[in-house]
């Protein structure tokens, strides 16, 4: 991803008009974005409202194509729920939605499109998680925590973490603040090696491995013990994906 200079006020105002006025020549609207929504698309692009407008261009086209609902139905991915990996554990200090991933519950599939789709679902339920009253403003981010304890071999699917962070830096500009990796283990390091090969930049440097008693307590002090599982240092309870509701998230058609 194509960053990195923190835009002024005056700077990113000016600069979401022009890429609003890009997007228009290009044939298609605005007008249900709001300015931090482009800004994102902006700042992965270095601030060039013409890269800008293409990356949101090709967004649209591609929500539109795999997203056409709007959501991701639980319906079109019930295996992947059905294993219960993912937990949302509320908001961080900072106000980022906090999604922890257990691997030892994840296997390889065969069925890629469900997990594309599950890869979906959970990115926009976990940022749906920390809207203020409901609403989107449009620079929501979130912590991502990959727990990598009493993982085996079977449960190692180098694929599937490429997908999520692609997805992460193509669709989805801006929305990660900071990714903890967990308690990874020797035979694992190799996979994480060839695994970055994919990330960009941008991406790599907001990624953690935590390896030792110092980094675990920066780790728990930054998400904050009020929703860190007990297992992890902080005070809360796991809470599964699929048992969280939100009154403006759908879950079903």
Not at 21 to 50: N, Q, V
Request: glycine fraction near 6%; aromatic fraction near 10%.
């Amino acid at each position: 991803m194509e960053r990195d200079r923190e835009p002024t006020t005056t700077t990113s105002s000016t600069t979401v008009t022009q890429m609003r006025t890009s997007i228009e020549k290009l044939g298609s609207s605005t007008e249900k974005y709001g300015d931090e929504t482009l800004l994102r698309f902006l700042i992965a692009r270095s601030m060039d409202p013409e890269k800008g407008a293409k990356m949101f261009l090709q967004w649209e086209k591609w929500r539109g194509q795999f997203v056409p609902l709007g959501f991701v139905p639980e319906s079109e991915v019930p295996d992947e729920l059905n294993s219960r990996k993912i937990f949302l554990q509320g908001s961080s200090k900072e106000g980022h939605a906090v999604m922890i991933v257990k691997t030892n519950r994840h296997f390889h599939s065969n069925d890629h499109l469900q997990f594309k789709k599950f890869v979906v679902h959970l990115l926009d339920k976990t940022i749906a998680s920390a809207f203020k009253e409901g609403r989107e403003e449009g620079n929501e981010k979130m912590i991502g925590i990959i727990d990598l304890a009493n993982i085996s071999y079977q449960n190692i699917d180098a694929r599937a973490l490429i997908t999520g962070f692609q997805f992460l830096q193509a669709y989805y500009p801006e929305r990660l603040a900071k990714c903890f990796i967990l308690s990874m283990p020797w035979f694992f390091v190799s996979v994480w090696k060839f695994v970055s090969r994919f990330l960009e930049k941008a991406t790599q440097e907001k990624i953690v491995i935590v390896n030792n008693g110092e980094e675990h307590n920066n780790f728990i002090k930054e998400v904050g013990e009020d929703v860190l599982p007990e297992e992890y240092g902080g005070r809360a309870k796991l809470k599964a994906l699929q048992d969280v509701t939100l009154s403006h998230f759908p879950v079903r058609e």
